[in-house]
Nanobody, 124 residues
Framework: QVQLVESGGGLVQAGDSLRLSCAAS????????MGWFRQAPGKEREFVAA????????YYADSVKGRFTISRDNAKNTVYLQMNSLKPEDTAVYYC?????????????????WGQGTQVTVSS
């Protein structure tokens, strides 16, 4: 069982930056592919970014490419999402997810563990 706790959300203005963190309880954190997803009110959960076990491979949704960066620190059992040039359409609850996999996973239904989410609100 893996517990995930997100932090770092908040209310910012368009153009600002935020860094989300997701702390994992897994002792074998480096065996898990990690991902970030988001869900806006009235919309389905969507993929944002994912990173491989070692951090050597990353993948991004087109909507955030060039603005968001996913990274991980396996020594701290933590994955990060650096969000720059935020836009009002980035407003959502952001979730991190974990899956024991050698691959970078971008499909929500394939993830085994989820955090409770952190709210990001971007005002115009």
């Amino acid at each position: 069982q893996v517990q995930l706790v997100e932090s770092g959300g908040g209310l910012v203005q368009a153009g600002d930056s935020l860094r989300l963190s997701c702390a994992a309880s897994a002792r074998t954190f480096n065996t898990y592919s990690m991902g970030w997803f988001r869900q806006a009110p009235g919309k389905e959960r969507e993929f944002v970014a994912a990173i491989s076990r070692s951090g050597g491979a990353t993948y991004y949704a087109d909507s955030v490419k060039g603005r968001f960066t996913i990274s991980r620190d396996n020594a701290k059992n933590t994955v990060y999402l650096q969000m720059n040039s935020l836009k009002p359409e980035d407003t959502a609850v952001y979730y991190c997810a974990a899956k024991s996999s050698v691959l970078v996973v971008t499909t929500a239904s394939l993830y085994s563990y989820w955090g409770q989410g952190t709210q990001v609100t971007v005002s115009s």
